[in-house]
């Protein structure tokens, strides 16, 4: 962690990170409210509590960094409230959808992310994105739904497109005012980097595992 | 557990007191999006894991009875639905000494009912229900908000006045109902029992615990 561009992206990807699972959490415990019956709303009670014990852990080793953890959250407030503020599920189902589908494109862009930077973080963002149980929960409910309604599918399908295009808007806000992250990729922070065509790859890897989640969850992405 | 009429009456207050504890996540969630720091919002969001986390335990310890907690927790959703729908915070401050109050009239009230139930039932309560630190979190808070605007005193403590009034309204209402709970207190159940002049003792004893807490938050009960 000696390398002067090393640090800055590192503290930048934990916040970005922390916020993400913070934000998560007040998503899902509001999600869990509507909830068709108590069994679901322990459910996703229990993926929200998930999320805040991710929190936990990433915010742990920004103090063990030596930094306040609301500093390293702070430049990414905005955009990821936005975000949420644009993509208000209006149904248990769409909170579902949205915590998989949002969860997953998270968990990809960290993990690829993560390869370019020290091992300690990089297992730290590992253990931190891993699944809880939340995605298989997440997948029968909705498929087990739209057996029941078959409108649900391209209601549903819609909400995706909705959120993903909402994800690259913020990310893309994220990249032009905080360069920091986009540092880490291209070489600018020190440690190994990609070069523009691995970029290339890495959004497509990300696009790919996108199409296959809504096809899980029976959706065409 | 053989009793006839104890069981019931355990399954009534381990089913309150999981609702309790879900509907507390709930409620902690939602105050944690008014917290004004970052710090803040994270010591409240860790107030409502802790709560959930007690809800675990609870519905866990109702599957080994064999009984399915969506069940257990019916019978009291309606008035637990309704104290929160009628003491609703309208600031950040007011959720934490809704959270304060109401958590420690709680806690006194299953701590009391606990000592006339079976020793396993009792000793998950008593762990259900130990502080996680959220008391020094929340009097530090309000005690500190009010040096800043003295005005808070008055009305925070008119606020503590208006849920101890719901929670008597609807703990009636869950009486009348619902008289399993009573009779684990006048020797209906099974087991060990009060009598009428004890129950008085016992309320005196919540009352007075109620006034302390107050206090310790800088208002008059």
Known sequence: MSDDAHRPAVVDLLG???????????ELAKDAEMAPTHTDK???ARLAVAEFQHYEVITARLRELGEDPGAAVAPFVESFDAFHARTRPSTFLEGLVKAYVGDGIAQDFYREISRYVDADTRSLVEAAMSDVGGAEFVVSRVRAAQREDPRLTGRLALWGRRLVGEALTQAQRVAVERDSLTLILVGGAGGPSAD???IGRMFARITDEHTHRMQRLGLSA
């Open 42 to 44: 322990a459910a996703v």
């Open 196 to 198: 523009l065509a691995e």
């Open 16 to 26: 970005a990170l922390a916020y993400g699972e913070l934000m998560a959490f007040s």
